[in-house]
């Protein structure tokens, strides 16, 4: 397919604007002067050519896509539309306070919302990710233990369950990072965790459920045991699929948590597009919190402009006032429910890595399937692309080998699961059987196998004119 440059004719466009009705005005001598390189197309140029790109992937809207601790969820189409009210787009970030009341109490009121799910007193939009919004709230831990004059806290301990954002936030915000292993059981080792606390902590940063999707039974223990060693505990809720309305982090003893708006509350991603790692926190660390437009931090950090990606807000809100205080607990109920019920009926072929009932998502471990076939989780990967599926996350956790992490969610109905337990049936047979041809998988899409190495070590992202 040609890019959109390719396909440019120099003087082709389309004219909509209506004729300038207001007098011109001569841009200064200091700005650009040259034109721009930008593509010339007609309209039914760009719209077909979007289009195409459109379906050379694969996305939510076009199929099954459980693709584990990313939660790609249906996002329903009304969220949208309350984002694309004029009252919300049509703003100006440096309005004043009382000409944007609704969009403060947009801001407010989700802020209540989500403080009531996860447990927290004070929140903040601006991180624009889950990441960003880890960043944020490990630089709150580390206001609060600098405030009190306490240098020694040089560590942050992360479990080897954890998501890979969990050790990068912890070093960029100039922490050691102190790895604990997991217990067969896929919980936290507690005697690993003892021997890791001490003066020199500043932290936990965890996952429950954890990245196995398994919820630790010690959780109040692990708590306890942080705080004890006068560390603080930071929960990575990227993803609370499982939990919202069931069970809040704030009450498992965790002190700050991000949210990521874009996983569980209806905002698309996967595209790159804007998200939302929204921040909450308990009262000793509010003060931290980065002061912003509209919303009540008055700490010292800054992580991004006004109160971050506002319209991400606005779906949280219509999603979470659509769903309701009955709504959101039963959500979270059938995303578990979905996923024990597609382990079980994949469980005859593959094999789980931890066989038990399971969270939101549930890890598959094909090491001894690889051993008997040859076939790995990357071939099962991609040949589960021939079948209209998006894969799951392949080869992580890292602590289990040869990994298929899957989060169908709970949007996909029964049908679409059983679909799905009998490709997964069909792929295990044809492995058996015709190791070869799954080595080569896909064979029906638009794009093979793209040498991920050399793309990793040396992107190129932007169109260079020959
Ligand atoms: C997705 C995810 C993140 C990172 O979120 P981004 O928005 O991609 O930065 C962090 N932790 C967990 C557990 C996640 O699933």
């Not at 207001?22 to 002067?33: D, G, I, K, S």
């Not at 804007?274 to 009262?283: Q, R, S």
């Not at 506002?310 to 809100?317: I, S, T």
Request: with cysteine; glycine share 8%.
């Amino acid at each position: 397919m040609k890019l959109i440059f390719e396909k440019s004719v120099p003087g082709r466009h389309s004219s909509l604007l209506p004729a300038c009705d207001v007098p011109a005005y001569e841009l200064p001598v200091e700005t650009r002067q040259e034109p721009l390189d930008l593509p010339e197309l007609c309209e039914n140029d760009v719209s077909r050519h979007y289009t195409q790109l459109c379906q050379r992937v694969h996305g939510v809207n076009c199929g099954f896509y459980p693709l584990g601790s990313c939660t790609m969820k249906y996002n329903p189409r009304i969220d949208e539309e309350a984002a694309a009210l004029p009252g919300f787009t049509a703003i100006h970030p440096l309005a004043p306070s009382e000409a944007v009341k609704g969009c403060r109490e947009v801001l407010d009121l989700t802020a209540k919302y989500l403080c009531e799910i996860s447990g927290m007193d004070g929140m903040t939009f601006q991180p624009a990710a889950g990441a960003h919004g880890e960043f944020t709230g490990v630089l709150l831990i580390k206001q609060y233990h600098d405030a009190r004059g306490d240098k020694a806290r040089t560590k942050i301990i992360v479990p080897d369950s954890a998501h890979g954002t969990n050790p990068a936030t912890a070093a960029m915000c100039g922490y050691d990072v102190v790895n604990v292993a997991s217990a067969p059981d896929g919980c936290v080792d507690l005697d690993a965790l003892k021997a890791a606390l001490g003066p020199d902590i500043a932290g936990l940063m965890l996952t429950n459920p954890n990245t196995v999707g398994i919820f630790d039974k010690n959780i109040l223990e692990i708590t306890r045991l942080v705080h004890e060693a006068g560390g603080l505990c930071y929960y990575d809720g990227a993803n609370l699929n499982a939990v919202m309305g069931h069970v809040r982090p704030g009450d498992m003893g965790f002190d700050c948590i991000h949210m990521n708006l874009h996983k569980t509350f209806a905002t698309p991603h996967g595209g790159g597009g804007p998200g939302a790692g929204a921040v909450g926190c308990k009262d000793l660390l509010k003060k931290f919190l980065p002061k912003s437009a509209l919303m009540e931090g008055e700490g010292s950090i800054q992580v991004r402009g006004f109160a971050g990606n506002f319209l991400v807000v606005v779906r949280a809100l219509a999603y979470l006032m659509t769903l309701g205080r009955e709504g959101v607990p039963e959500a979270s109920t059938n995303a578990v429910l979905n996923a024990n019920y597609l382990m079980e009926r994949i469980k005859g072929t593959f094999t789980p890595a931890f066989d038990r009932v399971c969270m939101h998502e549930f890890v598959l471990d094909l090491s001894e399937f690889k051993k008997e076939t040859g076939v790995s989780a990357l071939d099962v990967a991609k040949s589960l692309i021939d079948n209209g599926m998006h894969p799951p996350t392949m080869y992580f956790p890292l602590i289990v080998h040869e990994a298929l992490m899957l989060e169908p969610t709970e949007t996909e109905s029964k049908e679409t699961l059983d679909e799905a337990a009998e490709i997964f049936r069909k792929l295990f047979d044809l492995a058996h059987t015709d190791p070869e041809y799954m080595h080569h998988a896909p064979h029906h899409a638009q794009i093979g196998r793209p040498d991920e190495v050399a793309a990793a070590r040396n992107p190129i992202v932007r169109w260079v004119k020959a």
